[in-house]
């Protein structure tokens, strides 16, 4: 357990639609990141936030969002969401943001299916 | 940004020690070499990482070529746990993972 959790396990829904998917980091940490995870595409990195502020972009479509709350909790939120949205959505936490030798702790993975 | 390069798969016996290699031949001078794993059906886990010298811990060792252009990852004795992708990454601006190695053990 890496003390990273992430609501919900697994979603279903439609295309168009748009879901929030939730993320509390490991306690002390003031870092949260989001990568999405697709069959074709590998674990990519989509963004960072540290304590509230945005600090780095990854592959992240405009549809996509996040924020990161005062209490340090992450939110992603996906909208007019499309089939190839289908995937699973990782959401990592560390100490200081700092990626140069920083370890990254992962949560289990939010899995969403778009019909 | 520099690149890795793993072979997408190997085997090995349980109990027997386990060499994975990376090249990563674009390497800059600060870019530290990560090692992650992910079994299947979780979000990936960190292993070990460097940036010159060798590097132990419970998990593995990390040897690193003294051009820092390869390193390879040593499992000393492989279990039936171990089965998994491992991502060999150059941890700079973000966790690029690529498709990394899928390990294979057999008993």
């Known amino acids: 357990d890496s003390g990273v959790t992430q609501t919900p396990k697994h979603l279903i829904t439609a295309t168009g639609q748009r879901v929030t998917l939730r993320c509390s980091p490991r306690s002390g940490d003031l870092s949260v990141y989001w990568y999405q995870q697709s069959l074709d595409q590998g674990l990519q990195f989509l963004i960072q936030?540290?304590?509230?502020?945005?600090?780095a972009k990854g592959n992240i479509l405009e549809r996509f969002s996040a924020q990161q709350f005062p209490d340090l909790h992450s939110e992603l939120n996906l909208s007019s969401l499309e089939l190839g949205d289908s995937a699973l959505y990782f959401c990592a936490s560390s100490v200081e943001g700092y990626f140069l030798q920083e370890t990254q702790y992962f949560g289990p993975g939010t899995r969403l299916l778009v019909l | 940004d520099a690149k890795t390069t793993q072979p997408n798969s190997m085997e090995s016996n349980e109990e027997e020690p386990v060499h994975l290699p990376c090249n990563h031949s674009t390497i800059s001078g600060t870019d530290y070499i990560h090692w992650y794993r992910q079994l299947p059906s979780q979000g990936p886990e960190y292993v070990i990482h460097g940036l010159t010298s060798n590097v132990n811990n419970r998990m593995a060792s990390l040897a690193i070529a003294e051009d820092r252009k390869s390193s390879t990852l040593i499992l000393h004795r492989a279990t039936l746990r171990d089965a998994a992708v491992y991502y060999c990454?150059?941890?700079?601006?973000?966790?690029?993972f690529g498709k990394g190695t899928s390990l294979l053990v057999t008993p």
């Open positions: 990454i150059l941890q700079k601006q973000a966790l690029n």
């Open positions: 936030y540290y304590n509230g502020e945005e600090r």
